[in-house]
C-alpha cells in the first residue's frame, strides 16, 4: 500500500508560481508513474501533469502545456509541479496520485493510489 502526501499549496496571486510537492511511502517508488490532477469547485478531476518512472517521459494538459513542470527525484521518493503564471481558473485542489507499471497511461488512465489533495488559490 502506497501513501501520498501532498504539501506546498496556498494562496498566490495571478501570475505567481508555487511549488507542490508529493511524498511517497510503502512501496517502491520507481514501480510508479506519478501525476497530478487537480479539481475545481463543480468539476470533474482531470489529469495536469504526469511522469513516467524514470523522470524520462512526461505529460501535459494542453491548458497548462509551457506554465507548468513535473519531475521526481526518486532518490527522496518525492514528485513535485511547479506551476507558474497562475491563473484564476487554475484555482483547484490539487491530488498527486501514482500508476502500477511506471508508464505514463498507468497514472494518466487508472492510477492506483491518491493523496488527499491540496488547495490552490489563485486571486485575481
Known amino acids: 500500500q502506497v501513501q501520498l502526501v501532498e504539501s506546498g499549496g496556498g494562496l498566490v496571486q495571478a501570475g505567481g508560481s508555487l511549488r507542490l510537492s508529493c511524498a511517497a511511502s510503502g512501496g517502491t517508488f520507481t514501480d510508479y508513474a506519478m501525476g497530478w490532477f487537480r479539481q475545481a469547485s463543480g468539476k470533474e478531476r482531470e489529469v495536469v501533469a504526469a511522469i513516467s518512472w524514470s523522470g524520462g517521459s512526461t505529460y501535459y494538459a494542453d491548458s497548462v502545456k509551457g506554465r507548468f513542470t513535473i519531475s521526481r527525484d526518486n532518490a527522496k521518493n518525492t514528485v513535485y509541479l511547479e506551476p507558474d503564471s497562475l491563473k484564476p481558473e487554475d484555482t483547484a485542489v490539487y491530488y498527486c496520485?501514482?500508476?502500477?507499471?511506471?508508464?505514463?497511461?498507468?497514472?494518466?488512465?487508472?492510477?492506483?493510489?491518491w493523496g488527499q489533495g491540496t488547495q490552490v488559490t489563485v486571486s485575481s
Open positions: 496520485a501514482a500508476g502500477v507499471g511506471g508508464l505514463l497511461v498507468a497514472v494518466t488512465t487508472t492510477p492506483h493510489y
